[in-house]
Nanobody
Framework: QVQLVESGGGLVQAGGSLRLSCAAS????????MGWFRQGPGKEREFVSG????????YYGHSVRGRFTISRDNAKNTVYLQMNSLKPEDTAVYYC????????????????WGQGTQVTVSS
């Protein structure tokens, strides 16, 4: 069982930056691929970014590539999402997810989800 707690969301102006964090419980964090997803108002859930267990493989959704950077610190049981050049269309609830068989891949199997953190980008 893994518990995930996101933090770092908030209100920011367009062009600004935020860094999201996702802290995981347990001693097996390094065995999980991690992903970030988001769901905007009236929209379906969307894959944002993912990272493999070792951090060697990174994945990004088309709409965030070049602006967002995912990273992880296995010693701290934490995965990060650095978000730069934010746009109003990035407004969403951002969720952290974990899965042994996810490998951070967009089509991977994510078994555990956090409660989400709200990101609002004003124009």
């Amino acid at each position: 069982q893994v518990q995930l707690v996101e933090s770092g969301g908030g209100l920011v102006q367009a062009g600004g930056s935020l860094r999201l964090s996702c802290a995981a419980s347990g001693r097996t964090f390094s065995t999980y691929g991690m992903g970030w997803f988001r769901q905007g108002p009236g929209k379906e859930r969307e894959f944002v970014s993912g990272i493999s267990q070792s951090g060697g493989n990174l994945y990004y959704g088309h709409s965030v590539r070049g602006r967002f950077t995912i990273s992880r610190d296995n010693a701290k049981n934490t995965v990060y999402l650095q978000m730069n050049s934010l746009k109003p269309e990035d407004t969403a609830v951002y969720y952290c997810a974990a899965g042994v068989r996810s490998w951070g891949n967009p089509q991977g199997e994510y078994d555990y989800w956090g409660q989400g953190t709200q990101v609002t980008v004003s124009s």
